[in-house]
């Protein structure tokens, strides 16, 4: 199994449900790996870090106010892009939330 994995991507987006986050955006990161099955004398996947990074970056629109929304944004690019894959993560971090004083973070992960 063959595990591609791209961490720390980090993003400013004026994405959350309060009107303030509109106004002052938020920095995020994300992660995301991939797996993909693979064969001993067979060639394995290419899983590119450049097309990965660019489905992050333009999943990060406006009109998304849920980190749950963007994972699934995220996951479906990935999952459309990468067809020989086995399973994808995506997780997705909002750093020192407005809203949680003295929190570092709120995150969203799914994997499938």
Known sequence: MLT???HGIRIVAPIG????????????EADVDIW????????????DYAIIHTIVKEAFTPDVELLETLVQKIHAAIQQQFTATEKIKVCIRKLQPASLHDTAYS?????Q
Do not use: D, H, R
């Open 17 to 28: 449900l309060y009107p303030e986050e509109k106004i002052n955006p938020n920095t995020f």
């Open 4 to 6: 591609v994995s791209l």
């Open 107 to 111: 995150q969203v992960c799914w994997e």
């Open 36 to 47: 993909a099955a693979t064969e001993q004398g067979k060639e394995w996947p290419f899983i």
